[in-house]
């Protein structure tokens, strides 16, 4: 559009913010902001008037887009489960990981077993990053459906494998590597199975409730936790030491072929995005023509600053997911010495209460915005890290409990807006592959890294606090992202159709649309731009 255009639009959100002032000093003689127009978030007002420079006109029909409610919840629901599936067997590994270190580590220290074990579970974060590189261009060519029903295989697979690998004891060397590449064979599928889902629903979601539609695929998250970390309490219960060891550890992974299948059936089922399907301009669809390698660099080129940001945003997510899902349950075994039993039932109650809050959270984060959650949470996490641990360090029953619930509460505030806040940094054309590069390089460097790295420093400097001084810091860096992040509440991708769940809601928005535009033309021939 050119200078015109950026001095049109400047002088639309000049007069939108300021007009009801104006109109009241002057006795309320010149236009008033219509009202439809003031009871729009400052970020949408915003997203509307740069829509209507570029069109020249208000809304059609043909510019805004319907989701259908059956097409909504079957895309929630299959992309939810396979992060169920995900999270399912991840709890297991986490609750399990004294177990494994004993089945395919027999010859090391109780502590060299753990940190062996969570070695073999950071092994899968090393290569997820190369899985968003190859199935995040992937998902932008072919379409975000087939790449997720293919990642949903493969995790599968990973996991099932898992369950009938041979221990030490049977094969040798061979069973701590075939374990290693089971684990990677799993995170080279997650690498494209996170950062898919949440694009594709995302995509999917009417933009006045994409935080709480996009916050059932973390639910399915901490389901999936909650389902495998009781799995093995159960069994932790009913069967002795020996049969854990001997045969019992292999159940919960072995559960996972079914699941898959499934997973795969519900994928298949599914339409792809309306967003990958009709993208808004041109110069868009020719970026999703271009090779892998000239879309990374493209990404890297322009889109730096939002990488940083999703960045920011998993580390704060990721460490504290990690520490409580991944590093808790083992902190309470060796550095606490509580039963095996005490602590799963500890952190059991963590993901329930996280269940029961993150739908909640993510509703709350379409009202109030996702940059207030992120940031009032963060805040608390630096304030709250070392009292939540004093509280689980301490004796009792409710002083642990009240100790994970805090913990658990800051971590439903990171995950409920995340799905719908990191697809929104990227416009539609790049959005799996950029999703694919900033989720999996930020969780391979410090979320899957934290439960190794806090074991190690824990062993090292013989302090039981280092978990929480890790959480502060993770607290802190969340913080100053936060400050560098666009609000998107209610505001529409980037690179798509504003999204409406009903075509009442369609005609809502075309005469909003209708009413600035009229409002801006007319001030502006009024001569009062």
């Known amino acids: 559009m050119g200078a015109g255009g950026d001095q049109w639009s400047e002088r639309t ?19 008033r902001v219509p009202k439809a127009v003031a009871g729009l978030p400052h970020q949408v007002r915003e997203e509307l008037t740069r829509r209507l420079r570029r069109n020249r006109r208000a809304f059609g029909k043909d510019d805004v887009q319907v989701v259908e409610a059956p097409l909504l919840k079957r895309a929630v629901g299959a992309s939810a489960l396979g992060n169920c599936m995900e999270w399912f067997d991840f709890g297991v590994y986490s609750y ?22 969570f070695a073999t579970f950071a092994a899968a974060f090393v290569v997820r990053p190369l899985g968003g590189l190859v199935f995040g261009p992937l998902g932008d060519r072919i379409g975000r459906q087939k790449v997720l029903a293919t990642t949903m295989i493969m995790m599968a697979v990973g996991t099932f494998a898992i369950g009938v690998i041979p221990g030490y004891s049977t094969i040798g060397i061979a069973a701590p590597v075939l374990l290693l590449l089971a684990r990677m064979v799993q995170g080279f599928s997650t690498g494209g ?31 999936g936790y909650a389902l495998g970390s ?9 069967l002795t030491d020996d049969q854990m060891l001997s045969w019992g550890w292999r159940i919960p992974f072995l559960i996972a072929g079914p699941l898959g299948v499934i997973g795969l059936y519900m994928r298949l089922k599914l339409e792809e995005s309306p967003a990958f399907q009709q993208q808004l301009d041109e110069h868009e669809k020719s970026l999703a023509q271009e090779s892998a390698g000239s879309e990374f660099r493209d990404i890297v080129k322009n889109h730096w600053r939002s990488l940083l ?10 460490v504290t997911n990690y520490m409580v899902t991944g590093y808790l349950p083992t902190y309470q075994t060796e550095t606490l010495n509580r039963s095996s039993g ?6 059991l109650i963590g993901m329930v209460w996280i269940v029961v809050l993150i739908t909640f ?61 990191l697809p929104a940094l990227f416009p539609t054309a790049v959005r799996y592959a950029a999703m694919g590069i900033g989720f999996n390089f930020a969780v391979a460097a410090f979320g899957g890294t934290t439960p190794l790295v806090t074991a190690a420093l824990v062993d090292i400097t013989g302090d039981d606090l280092m978990p929480a001084y890790y959480l502060m810091l993770a607290g802190l860096i969340g913080l100053v992202t936060v400050k560098f992040l666009p609000e998107s509440a209610q505001v529409p991708l980037k690179g798509s159709q504003p999204m409406v769940g009903s075509r009442a809601e369609r005609g809502e928005l075309i005469t909003t649309s209708e009413e600035l535009y009229a409002f801006t033309r007319e001030r502006e021939k009024a001569g009062q731009g």
């Open 193 to 223: 199975e996170y950062g898919g889902a949440t694009t594709f629903v995302a995509e999917y979601s009417p933009d006045r409730r994409r935080g709480f539609l996009s916050s059932w695929l973390d639910f399915g998250t901490f389901v």
């Open 230 to 238: 009781a799995l093995v309490t159960v069994l932790n219960l009913a």
């Open 96 to 117: 399990l990981a004294a177990t494994i270190g004993k089945v395919f580590f027999p010859g090391a220290s109780p502590a060299a077993q753990v940190i062996s074990s």
């Open 13 to 31: 959100e000049t007069l939108v913010s300021g007009a009801k002032t104006e109109g009241e000093q002057h006795g309320g003689s010149r236009p």
């Open 342 to 347: 005490s602590a799963d039932v500890l952190v």
């Open 361 to 421: 959270l993510g509703r709350l984060s379409d009202h109030v915005g996702r940059r207030p959650l992120y940031a009032v949470a963060a805040a608390a996490m630096i304030v709250l890290a070392v009292p939540a641990f004093l509280l689980i360090k301490a004796h009792g029953t409710w002083p642990p409990i009240l100790g994970v619930l805090l913990l658990s509460t800051l971590l439903a505030c990171f995950a409920a807006p995340s799905a719908a806040t």
């Open 309 to 318: 940001v999703c960045m920011g945003l998993v580390l704060l997510y990721n």
